[in-house]
């Protein structure tokens, strides 16, 4: 199970589900998004207002997911390779290896990023659960953050967000004002971009 | 270690550049080659891979059916590519036509690239399918040119009548030879099959056109430069006694003419359209002509729909109705079927393009609704009357109306050859026939003035008279002479009674004249002033003074005792002998105040007498004259006239410019509003005029060091300079575009030295042309006054030359030839509006300027069939060089005809005028041997084996 769990943290959740009744999977993934999100937000705030600046991509990300979610669009648990997945395959990763890191040896060191305020070896359990954790939620929102960032690249982090906010490729092309195969070959480097980030196990 | 080139860095990298291609669809066709040296080598596969998808998709949501073989050929080196690209599923059928294509028939595709058909060409491409059949492009293996393909339906090929026919109208359409229309070269068979064979046109059709565009139509600029090639592609259609019959946007084909020349040789426009399938349309497609999908009965004029007769009228209403689609990106008549399009056709008044669309150019817009007339009778009657209905082409369009093709070497030659064999016979006939000639040796500026200061020294006493000199004609002794005393043009030594005369005039201040400074300009009133005049060998023949305003303190004394001594001090200056005259009454005051007037003549009957006034005993006033009674003062009498009369010559034609800018005025706005005017060109040759007006005065003016009188004459030049300047300007904009619309091909050549062109073979064509013409223009009029025993002499409008003068002259010149040759084209152009045949409109301005040009013939008489004949072979051949090779050879030739008539050519080297020579050769050789080089386009002169 370790070997298929880390790759697909919602898929594996929602899966018994989605069988069953996709309508269903979706609702869960829906209420547990607005949870997120919603933690995510009220976290990150209080967090910038002390610190530093690399909360406000983090905030405004969070701030315009917020919006979607009033508005009332999900992202789409269907979409293949849906970023969300990536983003929470990655949080799920890092908890692991940090996990492992500390268990092996108390180095002291600080390389791998930790993810800070989890306790448990999984962070994602409690998303899963349906009952997200503010602490969990900001360990989601501080990744989504840094992996906007990384992008550095304007139209890349639009294309991103609005992915993640739940428009549809079309939608995108049609903001961006390009085909729609330009909109998948972007979405692909950002998964791409993001996948790389994956902390190696050896 | 090169980095991974499908990791995500380098596809990151790649990103802005696929972005680039993508964005630059928007606006044109990016080419996948430009895109790919931007990356290094061994990511060119997966960069290739990403513009390719991304092109696919573009083209496909246009409506194109990209082939794999296109690409394949263009590609040779990354066929895996591009098969990987085409095999990827969901990209194949992703396609939405926007507009009505007929759909491929079944058997689409059929050939695979590499094929070969009738034993000599070889598939290319697919290209598409129309109503009459599948299109590809191949290459003919035989005279390795790219043919388009066209495979007519097989019934066609069954049925031997058909194909007999068909062969016929092929061998008719070969003849159909124009850069409009698209070529048909063959009627090959396959298996069968009649296959088209024609010229491959590389660029889509109209259809692809609209349709890449946003709203679907083209700017109303644009459909102008369509509109005027359709014409004449129709035009040359009809005259081989075609009709075109199934005119549609499908059926004309876009030819991007810069992909196959290089750029720096370019000339024709850039795009340019080719109409297809004419005439064939009948015997070809009769079969699918009722199916809407062919597109075929949308463009039917109301009598072809209605099965009435089919003219060439029937072909103007498909034209206007293409037309209003491009312009408004709708059909004028909305009807789908044949009956419905009969009924609109016939009836339907469709709304006007303007209500629909901006910035409509009234012509092209009432055109196009006279094109859609129900009744054919109201319609144009040809093509090449819509085309002179369009509004007028573009300056590039002018620009690229004749071909730049250099001269042949031997043509070149010969003309530069006639320009030397002109110029040696002018400078021989010039001896002979000029009045310059006839003049006696004209000292130069400084050695008069050193001579005329040292007269005032005398004379005044003051030392330093620092002042300003001039040359003059007396015209009232050169008129005479050259209408009643021969024998006058060789005057006896010293008879005082030059043609020439030099003037120097003192102001006790720097005199602020009107115009310039004369002797009666500024006049003379302040104490100090004072004016000599000298012959052209420097001997005094007038003097002015003006007198002390307060009378002496003490009386003078005799009358008699001061009149000698006037005598004594002026004659010696004057080198006269006093013991020679003898004194008589005077017979007239001079025009300065003199409390004492007498006069001396010569003793024994000879023709000289002197003249004297004096005030308070000094003299005011002396003149040496020929002593007939008739003979006026040079500085006061004839020289007023003479001004007054200049200045009727130059006011007249200023009074009518004036009014004809007032007419000017609202058409040149109404040109610049319709977007026709050419405001590049304007200002160009408004600031050539600018600049060669003010480059001339600054080298010509005699300048001050006197600031206030440089200042006068700066702002007068100004104001001149500013006054044509405006009027050239509002003149371009209101007349040249009617000039382009009317002779595009005269301007061509202009316009492309205008626009930097200098060094294309047909503007080196015009100059060499206009130098051979100007030096032939000059030569009648010279011819006819030496026949009536006289001397040629152009105008009395420049001072006479002398042998000093500048050379900015040349360049006043210039400027002066850019009004004359406007002047001109004007005059063709209302007088061809007026009576519509060029020819007699050619006459008409020739008699118009030869009665002009007679009367500004100082020395010759006005009335007699000599002059007018000299007059008319003058201003005829002028008018044969604008009419045959347009505006710049006319410029050309008007500049070197002023500048030989001005500055003539001498071969006495004793000639007083001989010093121009050097200038005048210079000019006009330099002129020609650019004309010479330039004409010849970079080719040899001599074959390779010298």
Known sequence: ??????????????????????????????????????????RLRVASRAAADEEDVALSAFNSFFNGVKQGRFPRLEDRGDLWQVLLMLVQRKAVNANRYDARAKRGGGKVVNVSGTEGPDPLASIRAGAPTPEAAACVAEECGRLLELLDDPTLRDIALWKMEGYTNKEIAQRIGFVEGTVERKLKLIRDIWKGQVPSDS | MTPDPNGTGARKAREPH?????????????????????????????????LLVNELEIR??????????????????????????????????????????????RS??????????????????????????????????????????????????????RVAALREEVAKA???????????????????????????????????????????????????????????????????????????????????????????????????VKLADFGLATSGADLTADQIGAGTVLYMAPEQLGGREVTEQSDLFALGLVLYELLTGQRPFPGMTREELARQHAQLIPARPSTLVAKVDPALEQVILRCLEHDPKNRPGSALEVEAALPPPTPKEVEDKQPSKPLRPRVAVALFGAVLLGLSLLAAVADRTMAYRQLPEVQTREVLSHRAREILATLTGSRESPGQSGYEWDVDLLKEVATKRPDGWHPTPDARAPLVYFWYRSDPFAPTPMNRITPADPPMTAKGTACVVLDPEGNLIEYYAVPAREPPAAPAGERDAQRE??????????????????????????????????????????????????????????????????????????????????????????????FSALVALPLAYKNWNL??????????????????????????????????????????????????????LVFYLAVEPYLRRTWPERLSSWNRALRGKLLDPLVGRDVLVGVLAGACVVLPLRLSAALQDTFYLPTLAYEPFTPNVPSGLLIGLAAFAILRAAGMFVLLLLFGLLVRREWIAGALVTAVLAYGARLNLPTMPTDTTLTWLGAIAFMGSMVCVAIRFGWLALLTCSFVGSVLNVMPLTFAPHAWYATNNAATFAALLGLALFGFFVSLGGQRLLPDEW
């Open chain 2, 60 to 105: 496909r949501a246009r409506g194109e059916l990209p082939a794999a073989e296109e690409y394949l050929a263009r590609f040779p080196d990354a066929s895996d590519t591009v098969r990987k690209v085409f095999a990827r599923p969901g990209t194949s059928n992703r396609t939405t036509t926007l507009l009505p294509v007929a759909t491929p028939t």
């Open chain 1, 1 to 42: 199970m370790p070997a298929r769990a880390p790759d697909a943290p919602l898929t594996e959740w929602l899966a018994p589900l989605k069988e069953g009744d996709p309508e269903a999977a979706q609702k869960v993934w829906e209420q547990t998004f607005q949870k997120l999100v919603a933690l995510a937000r009220s």
């Open chain 2, 18 to 50: 696929i972005d680039e291609f993508e964005a630059a669809w928007g606006n044109g066709r990016p080419k996948i080659e430009d895109f790919l040296p931007r990356v290094g080598e061994h990511e060119r596969a997966y960069f290739l891979e990403d």
């Open chain 2, 174 to 272: 070969r003849k159909v030879s124009h850069e409009n229309v698209c070529r048909v070269y063959d009627l090959a068979v396959h298996d069968g099959m009649p296959i088209l064979v024609m010229e491959f046109v590389n660029d889509g059709s109209l259809v692809s056109e609209i349709a890449r565009r946003p709203n679907k139509r083209l700017e109303p600029t644009e459909v102008n430069v369509y509109a005027r090639q359709l014409c004449e592609g129709l035009a040359a259609v009809h005259r081989s006694g075609y009709l075109h019959r199934d005119l549609k946007p499908a059926n004309v084909l876009i030819s991007d003419n810069t992909r196959d020349r290089k750029r720096s040789t370019a000339s024709g426009p850039e795009r340019s």
């Open chain 2, 675 to 728: 977007g026709r005017a050419d405001m590049t060109g304007a200002v160009r040759v408004v600031a050539l005029y600018v600049g060669t007006a003010l480059a001339s005065w600054a080298l010509i003016t005699q300048h001050t060091m006197a600031l206030h009188t440089e200042r006068v004459l700066l702002m007068h030049t100004l104001g001149v300079v500013a006054f044509w300047g405006g009027l050239i």
């Open chain 2, 108 to 161: 689409s595709n059929r050939f695979q690239p590499g094929t070969r058909i009738a034993e000599r060409f070889v598939i290319v491409d697919h290209v598409g399918a129309g109503g009459m059949g599948e299109v590809y492009r191949a290459n003919d293996s035989e005279l390795h040119e790219p043919v388009a393909l066209k495979f007519l339906p097989e019934s066609a090929g069954r049925d031997p009548a």
């Open chain 2, 565 to 658: 001594r006037c005598e004594h001090k002026l004659f010696e200056v004057a080198r006269l002998n006093r013991a020679e005259f003898t004194r008589v009454p005077a017979r007239k005051r001079p025009t300065t105040f003199a409390d004492d007037v007498w006069a001396l003549d010569e003793k024994g009957g000879a023709a000289r007498r002197v003249e004297f006034a004096s005030c308070d005993g000094s003299t005011v006033y002396f003149c040496v004259s020929s002593g007939r009674p008739e003979s006026k003062d040079r500085v006061e009498g004839e020289n007023i006239v003479w001004a007054r009369d200049r200045k009727l010559v130059s006011d007249v034609p200023v009074l009518i410019v004036l």
